[in-house]
């Protein structure tokens, strides 16, 4: 059966970081990249990157690039996001995603709610 599982609900201060990790269960990891997408409330999906496991390449959001860093765990099958410098705005739901290359993503992580608020 596939998964993707995400850690629990956060919540953080204006300037700091936070990590949250995808677990994939049921598949090769390497045969897929893994997608972070994110929302906002009151906002559509917004793509942040992706990350390809078999060998830790990634593709960024233009305008993520300075502050979010994406990483893959083999060992664990596990996949992290990254955000630093946190920002009110920076709240929303996170969301790892199975992208299977030239379809639409098959398989959503429960996504992860991350709070930024003093």
């Known amino acids: 059966e596939v998964q993707l599982v995400q850690s629990g609900a956060e919540l953080r201060n204006p300037g700091a970081s936070v990590k949250v990790s995808c677990k994939a269960l049921?598949?090769?990891?390497?045969?897929?990249?893994i997608d972070w997408v994110r929302q906002a409330p009151g906002q559509g999906l917004e793509w942040m990157g992706r990350?390809?496991?078999?060998?830790?390449?990634?593709k960024y959001a233009r305008n993520f690039q300075d502050r979010v860093t994406f990483a893959a765990d083999t060992s664990t099958n596990t996949a992290y996001v990254e955000l630093t410098s946190l920002r009110i705005e920076d709240t929303a739901l996170y969301f790892c995603?199975?992208?299977?290359?030239?379809?639409?993503?098959?398989?959503w992580g429960q996504g992860t709610q991350v709070t930024v608020s003093s």
């Open positions: 990350i390809d496991p078999e060998n830790n390449g990634t």
């Open positions: 995603a199975r992208d299977p290359l030239g379809s639409e993503y098959d398989y």
């Open positions: 049921g598949y090769i990891f390497t045969s897929y990249y």
